[in-house]
């Protein structure tokens, strides 16, 4: 044997949906109901554990073998799964497979393991088995019977004395017999795939970096769960007093209620098209006293703090860590890890000049003296989210970034030498950048400061072709429309290089698509392969667009168009540009070089990362910048690009 596909059918009384695998199969009511799988790609076999069936012994021997590649689509949900299932049903197999109970949750190897859902998404395809097999068109699709199945066998119907209960297969033997068959088509439709993009391999360095994702995924980060029963205590509290003031001042029935609430403000000389946190801000400006206490008491009332601390409350495992807060290549237009459950990557600031003390506070109960010393009592336990992660005991955390790195890979791409030297030289890349614009020196705190937050908007901006419209989302809505046209004018007369790389990369592209060849600009080789356009990164990745083809944009212009998951999550046709093209690009190689990072800092306990920052515990006596040097080095593919890293140490997660 040298490869068994596997999938599972389970129980528990956890929902999954919300508190992730790990939680999910910590249950005691966590169970494995069916086993289907294929050896070497034989036809599909189901052992039905529910029904007393035990699994053959060399499929046993299997799962602990390291030496056997194990395939499941979503592999981590199989291997957290049957590492739990393992422990409680075969201890024996399990010790001397040769784990041992530590921080890392004690699961199953997942070097021995190959997810096909992550072969998929290395395509560009779909992140659910239903979605890949519609598009690729497969004969053998997912049955559709399947959610009402769990629904009816793997969620508990009714609780007694506080026990959950599960329907049995004799409870309804013709629905069983339609579960044992979607167990068995699960694996024929993996097989499918897998056969369908076999010639398009994932490259064993990126499973290498899966393997780490993984491993991180596995150890988890510890909670403070003092902290989050409190502050979900305190806010259930607050909205509670904030709401009752409300509804004395508005009368409505549920001042919560978007509708209402703008209805009730349109009544009083205030028209709004939604009540979001930037037009509500912009409000605040100039709605009369009366309204303005309505509308901030409304903004404190729909904050959404609170939903931070309940998904941890959720996610925690019975040894008070959190796991599973990544998914490996869950932006497959990039490859970045998408945040999940807690959802890590988009964690309120912190701006709290005493926010130790205000974390005590909240420790210790006293909402009294919260409401006292701070004024806006949501805001802050928002403030307080991250800081609900913490290292174990007689450890710290060191939080280290990159400095500024799409700015730095994109000017490296380009040869924009002038921006390589400033980095090179130490200096602030919004000065310098303001210093070309404007052509006078721009000191941080010194001469012509106050240009510096221009050259902020104008990097954070026009670096992928943006214009008014992106210097307004990026922080430059106190100008006009005039000066915001003349600043993005001037940031590419600076940056000609950057300017030439989106034409160069868009041109490639194109003529790779519609001549259905190989074509290459800076470094980075573009390819029309069996349906898919092909962007191979100086890396040796290659980011991948489905069913490309040349379309005509609203400039009347050539645009390439292909398919993939658009804003409301639908499988749709969308188009892309030479900024986008080259935002894809920038943000796929930052994100491999974190992954390069992550490897040469695998001897640490790494147990977070977020886009250019990773999260390590350690020892007290671990060097800080001894990390950041290590992390600063580049890999042999990036000869030329300067990074820097800088981070810091703390006792509990927090934004420096």
């Known amino acids: 044997?040298?490869?068994?596909?596997?999938?599972?059918?389970?129980?528990?009384?956890?929902d999954i949906t919300k508190a992730g695998v790990y939680r999910y199969a910590d249950s005691p009511y966590f169970d494995i109901l069916l086993f289907a799988y294929s050896v070497d790609d034989a036809p599909v076999k189901v052992v039905d554990l529910a029904c007393g069936e035990q699994l053959p012994e060399e499929i046993l021997n299997a799962l602990t073998d390291d030496r056997i590649q194990k395939h499941a689509f979503n592999a981590s949900f199989e291997r957290v799964c049957l590492s739990v299932w393992l422990r409680r049903n075969y201890p024996e197999c399990f010790i001397s497979y040769g784990l041992q109970e530590d921080a890392c949750g004690n699961y199953l190897s997942p070097k021995a393991w190959r997810c096909t859902m992550v072969a998929a998404a290395y395509l560009g395809l779909p992140l659910s088995l239903a979605g890949v097999g519609a598009v690729l068109q497969l004969q053998q699709q997912k049955m559709s019977e399947g959610k009402a199945l769990i629904r009816y066998f793997c969620v508990p119907y009714d609780h007694v004395n506080g026990?959950?209960?599960?329907?049995?297969?004799?409870?309804?033997?013709?629905?069983?017999?339609?579960?044992?068959?979607?167990?068995k088509r699960d694996v024929e439709t993996e097989q499918a795939i897998e056969q369908k993009i076999v010639r398009f391999p994932v490259p064993e360095f990126v499973w290498r970096e899966y393997d780490l994702d993984q491993t991180v995924n596995d150890r988890g980060i510890q909670l403070d769960l003092q902290l989050v029963q409190q502050a979900i205590r305190m806010d259930t509290l607050t909205k509670d007093k904030l709401l009752h003031l409300l509804k004395n001042l508005t009368d409505l029935d549920n001042p919560n209620s978007v509708q209402q609430m703008k209805q009730w403000l349109a009544e009083h000389g205030l028209e709004l098209e939604s009540l979001g946190k930037k037009e509500v801000q912009e409000q605040l400006k100039t709605a009369p006293p009366d309204l303005q206490a309505v509308l901030l008491l409304r903004q404190q009332v729909s904050k959404s703090s609170v939903k931070k601390y309940q998904a941890m409350q959720n996610a925690v495992c019975s040894d008070g860590r959190a796991r599973g807060m990544f998914q490996f290549y869950g932006a497959n237009r990039t490859g970045r890890e998408a945040g999940r459950i807690i959802q890590l990557q988009n964690l309120p600031q912190n701006h709290l000049p005493d926010l130790e003390d205000a974390r005590e506070l909240v420790k210790s109960g006293d909402l009294e003296a919260v409401e006292l010393l701070y004024e806006d009592v949501p805001d802050t336990l928002s403030q307080l989210i991250r800081t609900a992660f913490i290292p174990k005991s007689g450890y710290k955390f060191i939080v280290a970034d990159f400095s500024a790195i799409e700015a730095r890979v994109i000017a490296w791409l380009a040869g924009e030498t002038w921006r390589m030297q400033a980095f090179a030289d130490g200096k602030d890349i919004y000065c310098a950048s303001a210093s070309k614009i404007f052509g006078v020196p721009v000191v941080k705190h010194g001469i012509n400061g106050h240009l510096r937050q221009k050259g902020k908007v104008a990097e954070l901006a026009c670096g992928y072709g943006g214009s008014v419209g992106a210097m307004k989302a990026m922080g430059g809505s106190g100008m006009s429309d005039a000066e915001l046209k003349q600043i993005v004018t001037d940031w590419r007369t600076a940056s000609p290089h950057i300017v030439q790389l989106w034409w160069d990369v868009e041109n490639a592209a194109i003529k790779a698509v519609r001549d259905k060849t190989e074509t290459e600009t800076h470094g980075i080789y573009f390819s029309y392969?069996?349906?898919?356009?092909?962007?191979?990164?100086?890396?040796?990745?290659?980011?991948?667009?489905?069913?490309?083809?040349?379309?005509?944009?609203?400039?009347?212009?050539?645009?390439?168009?292909?398919?993939?998951?658009?804003?409301?999550?639908?499988?749709?046709?969308?188009?892309?540009?030479?900024?986008?093209?080259?935002?894809?690009?920038?943000?796929?190689?930052?994100?491999?070089l974190l992954f390069y990072s992550m490897q040469t800092l695998s001897q640490y306990f790494i147990v977070g990362h977020i886009h250019d920052e990773m999260i390590i515990e350690c020892p007290k006596d671990t060097k800080l910048d001894e990390i950041c040097q290590q992390m600063a080095i580049t890999p042999d593919w990036a000869k030329g690009l300067l990074l820097r890293a800088d981070g810091y140490e703390c006792s509990f997660y927090k934004k420096d």
Not at 4 to 9: A, G, S
Not at 541 to 563: H, M, Q, W
Not at 571 to 579: F, I, P, Q, V
């Open 529 to 592: 392969e069996s349906g898919f356009l092909f962007i191979k990164l100086l890396s040796g990745r290659r980011l991948a667009y489905v069913k490309p083809r040349i379309d005509e944009n609203r400039f009347g212009g050539d645009s390439i168009t292909y398919e993939g998951i658009g804003t409301g999550r639908k499988w749709e046709r969308l188009e892309t540009y030479s900024g986008k093209l080259v935002e894809n690009i920038v943000q796929a190689t930052a994100r491999d």
């Open 163 to 183: 026990i959950p209960q599960f329907h049995a297969p004799t409870d309804a033997p013709e629905k069983w017999d339609v579960f044992r068959a979607y167990n």
């Open 1 to 14: 044997m040298q490869k068994l596909m596997i999938d599972l059918e389970t129980k528990s009384d956890v």
